[in-house]
Structures are given as C-alpha cells and as structure tokens.
T-cell receptor, first 114, second 116 residues
Framework: DQQVKQNSPSLSVQEGRISILNCDYT??????FLWYKKYPAEGPTFLIS?????DKNEDGRFTVFLNKSAKHLSLHIVPSQPGDSAVYFC?????????????FGRGTQLTVWP | DGGITQSPKYLFRKEGQNVTLSCEQN?????MYWYRQDPGQGLRLIYY???????QKGDIAEGYSVSREKKESFPLTVTSAQKNPTAFYLC???????????????FGEGSWLTVV
C-alpha cells in the first residue's frame, strides 16, 4: 500500500514560471518530510525538508508547504529553470519509529522548457 | 571526500546467475539501505540495516540477500530466485540520529543491472 503518493507522474512548465509539485500521505505518524531530486542514471540528491511542527520551509527558489490536516505537501520552485528538469521524489518519515526508514512516492517528472 | 560508492555502475547477468552489488560508505553512518527503481514505480525498499550484523527485509526482499559484517559495507546479492532483476539499484546511508535531528538519507550513484 502506497503511504506516500505523487499522483502526477509528469509536469511541464515554462522557464521563469512557478512549478508546483504535490504529494499526499496517508500515515498520520509521519512527522518529517523530504524532497529529493533525481537525474537519469544518478542517485537522488536531497533538496529540502520540513518538520511537522512547521507549515512552510524556504530555501532559495524552493519552498515546501505542509498541510497536516489534509495530509498534503507541495514543493514550489520559483522561478523554474531548465536545469530543474528532473524527477522529484517526495519522502516521509516517522521519527518515532525504531525502523528509521523513509517512504517514497513514485516521483514526478518535471520538464522546464525555454 | 565522504560519500557512498556503488560498484559496478553497469552489470550484466545471465539467467540463473547470482550477482553481488557493492556499496561502501565512509560517512560513519550506522544505517544503510538498498532501493530498487523501476520506471513508474519510484523507489522501493529491498533491505535495510540499522547496525552491524543486523538487517531487516523491506517491501520487496524476495530474491535478494544482504550482509552487514562491517559498518562501511552493505553488499546486495541478487539471486537467481529474483524473477525480474533488471532495474536501477540504489544504495543509501543515514546516521541513526536522523530520527531526532532530521538529517537526511544520502544516496550512491546507483548500479544498472541487466539480465541477458
């Protein structure tokens, strides 16, 4: 059962505009969320994270928003650049769990065109 | 430089053969993980280990085996029992304090396995 869901497999955005990638989760025990960026044939790289005690975290062009009541988070990229074209994975974590594993969504392919 | 090294980058396996993917980290991380990526499937957890000489099955452990004899190393063996082994394999590691400090999991560059 997919506990972290990214329902949009792809997103296409013009350079300079905003990219919004969405993620939903089902496990109410998740209290830490991360976004990873992945290029083809490479390992994912950490992008930004947010704790459940916050509803927003910003790092340069990247902002993550968390809506706990809706079990929804989103990643905003402003302005989008062609180099942002990659697969973006949402991941969630139960920090109270002894298992220490991340749960990943299936990813969203972002394409930023000039 | 600290990091995670996976080898080989590309590996071809014949039907019925076992193959082993290497993963080494010098980040002094306690936890290590193996994920598999298939198109449209995201990252699926195969095995993970929180400490030396201990490991747990993930969501798709059938046909795979691991060992954790050293903190730095977490090799994955893809056995002949794995029916569809062609995929991109990712090794990762994390400090055990990730639960409290919010540190993240770090990934290697991945290994492509193809059955021929």
């Amino acid at each position: 059962d997919q506990q972290v869901k990214q329902n949009s497999p792809s997103l296409s955005v013009q350079e300079g505009r905003i990219s919004i990638l969405n993620c939903d989760y089902t496990n109410s025990m998740f209290d830490y969320f991360l976004w990873y960026k992945k290029y083809p044939a490479e390992g994912p790289t950490f992008l930004i994270s947010i704790s459940s005690i916050k509803d927003k975290n910003e790092d340069g062009r990247f902002t993550v928003f968390l809506n706990k009541s809706a079990k929804h988070l989103s990643l905003h990229i402003v302005p989008s650049q062609p180099g942002d074209s990659a697969v973006y994975f949402c991941a969630a974590f139960d920090r109270g769990s002894t298992l220490g594993r991340l749960y990943f969504g299936r990813g969203t392919q972002l394409t930023v065109w000039p | 430089d600290g990091g995670i090294t996976q080898s080989p980058k590309y590996l071809f396996r014949k039907e019925g053969q076992n193959v082993t993917l290497s993963c080494e980290q010098n980040l002094n991380h306690d936890a290590m993980y193996w994920y598999r990526q298939d198109p449209g499937q995201g990252l699926r957890l195969i095995y993970y280990s929180q400490i030396v000489n201990d490991f747990q099955k993930g969501d798709i452990a059938e046909g795979y085996s691991v060992s954790r004899e050293k903190k730095e190393s977490f090799p994955l063996t893809v056995t002949s029992a794995q029916k569809n082994p062609t995929a991109f394999y990712l090794c990762a590691s994390a400090p055990t304090t990730v639960r409290r400090s919010g540190n993240t999991i770090y990934f290697g560059e991945g290994s492509w396995l193809t059955v021929v």
